[in-house]
């Protein structure tokens, strides 16, 4: 399978949507042990990756909610 020259917008919301899932088991994983660093660190990895992106959107004038992006990152995994 050859890789493109660009992300489409599809390839880009389904990127978002799996990095959210995977946020969102880190964020409950950590809730049930808050001194495993280990679970801490992976939680704020998360974060770090979706702010990222969200920010990045946002500079671009995109529609943060059609990403699934219109979220509280900082509440939910900061």
């Known amino acids: 399978m050859m890789m493109t020259e660009t992300l489409t917008r599809e390839g880009m919301k389904y990127i978002v949507a ?21 679970q801490a660190g992976r939680r704020s990895a998360y974060y770090e990756m979706l702010d990222i992106l969200r920010t990045e959107l946002d500079v671009r004038d995109e529609d943060l909610k059609e990403f ?5 990152l900082e509440g939910n995994f900061a």
């Open 18 to 38: 799996r990095l959210l899932d995977n946020a969102n088991d880190a964020a409950e994983e950590y809730s049930r042990d808050k001194d495993n660093k280990f």
């Open 68 to 72: 699934g992006l219109d979220i509280d």
